[in-house]
């Protein structure tokens, strides 16, 4: 296969198989009698995790570390700039503050460590992986035990999660349910050997760095459900779920899939990461939350300033 269709090819089916592997496994607990809002706090979180996570993985076993760490930097840098921006352009987003306050301050502990152990340790080993996977489980732990004991508006946004899965995920029997989630694994693995084969050559054949390529073509594109669910969120009247999967997916790209890839295959902070990427990354995390906090929503004037960044941080990778 060629390696450009390949790229293409195998972020298309990276994409699917994401977005299958989270209605399968939304519906097959559905089935099994779990609770919309731990549907909502792990499953929809792991499950739209599941392109990046495979991705890093494969890329650090590929020994493309540049392009694991980008992915997750790239991912991160565009949940905030690229889909809060464009969501909030669609519609202003109303911020809960109960959850704002829990998760927010999640994502930036998350971010700290991260940004640390990149730039600080020079990387992400065994010890740190497990660390991080360590501190996303307390996170889940927590999370979960606060809104079971006294439901607040916090346990609404995860709830909301799960019913804007389940609402477009046909009723289906346990086995149909385990079959599809199986269905978009094999999709999702399949996609991710193709995607990081052609972003290797892809780099290869530009002169750029696979850091460059995970920052940008790599980040982008497995961002793009991400994006979608947003808009369609905003439309239904339901931006602040826009918000909470953005906030969720940060969480899980830097505990999970960096503590994951550095159990898996440590990896060595690439020299073409640079301070700017991880800046931008613990910068886009900080200046969310006074944004999202000035009249508990984020206006279209704050989400075009937020598009722009990121225009311009693009135009700063590719120049």
Do not use: C
């Amino acid at each position: 296969m060629p390696p450009l269709i390949e790229l293409g090819l195998g972020l298309i089916v990276l994409v699917a198989g994401g977005e299958i592997l989270v209605r399968g496994a939304v519906a097959a607990a559905n089935r099994l009698g779990v609770s919309p809002l731990l549907i909502g706090l792990v499953l929809v979180g792991l499950g739209t995790s599941a392109p990046e996570l495979v991705t890093s993985i494969k890329a650090a076993l590929s020994g493309a570390p540049g392009l694991a760490v980008g992915n997750v930097v790239g991912s991160n840098i565009a949940n905030v700039l690229l889909i809060l921006g464009t969501t909030a352009l669609v519609a202003p987003i109303a911020v809960n503050l109960a959850s704002l306050k829990r998760d927010a301050g999640a994502m930036l502990i998350a971010t700290a460590l991260a940004s640390f152990a990149l730039l600080g340790l020079d990387g992400i080993g065994r010890g740190v992986g497990i660390g991080f996977l360590l501190a996303l489980a307390a996170y889940l732990i927590v999370a979960y035990r606060a809104e079971t004991r006294d439901p607040d508006p916090a346990s609404e946004v995860h709830t909301l999660e799960a019913q804007e899965v389940e609402q477009n995920t046909p009723t289906m029997g346990l086995m149909a349910a385990l079959g599809l989630t199986a269905a978009g694994l094999a999709l999702t693995l399949l996609g991710a050997n193709w995607l990081v084969s052609g972003a290797i050559w892809l780099a290869s054949s530009l002169g750029m760095s696979d850091a460059v390529i995970g920052l940008t073509v790599v980040a982008i594109g497995t961002s793009l459900p991400e994006l979608t669910a947003g808009i369609i969120a905003a439309l239904r009247g339901h931006a602040a779920v826009a918000l909470g999967n953005v906030l969720g997916s940060n969480i899980y790209n830097l505990l999970l899939i960096l503590g994951a890839t550095g159990v898996v295959a440590p990896i060595t902070t690439p020299a073409d990461l640079s301070l700017v990427d991880v800046g931008l990354m613990a910068a886009a995390a900080l200046v969310l939350v006074p944004i999202a906090m000035t009249g508990l929503r984020i206006s279209r004037r704050e989400g075009a300033v937020l598009l722009a960044t990121y225009g311009a941080y693009l135009t700063y990778l590719l120049i």
